[in-house]
């Protein structure tokens, strides 16, 4: 309901700026409990880290924004992947 009335009410910048905030305390607590193996997640949640920079260069690509899988995968893990891997994959 609060979403129909803002799209309405053409507050769709505000929606954005909404959920962008959302997505970036999403990307943080994901880069802070690195703990937090992957495969547990897409066991639990039905996707992953690697989900997330995926859907972010599907995003960027929409927009006409070209972003490598390296690039969009260290927006999203806060780090090289690879590096990552070595320090927190187990």
């Keep these: ?16 700026k909404i959920e962008a905030a959302v ?5 943080n607590h994901f880069k802070e409990n690195t703990e937090v193996q992957n495969i547990d997640v897409m066991e639990t949640a039905g996707f992953c880290r690697n989900c997330l920079s995926r859907w972010y260069r599907e995003e960027a690509k929409d927009l006409g924004i070209e972003i490598t899988e390296d690039a969009s995968k260290e927006i999203i893990y806060g780090m090289p992947y690879k590096e ?5 994959q187990k």
């Design 1 to 16: 309901m609060v979403l129909i009335l803002l799209r309405e009410n053409k507050m769709s910048n505000e929606l954005n």
């Design 23 to 27: 997505f970036r305390r999403v990307i």
């Design 84 to 88: 990552w891997k070595e320090k927190f």
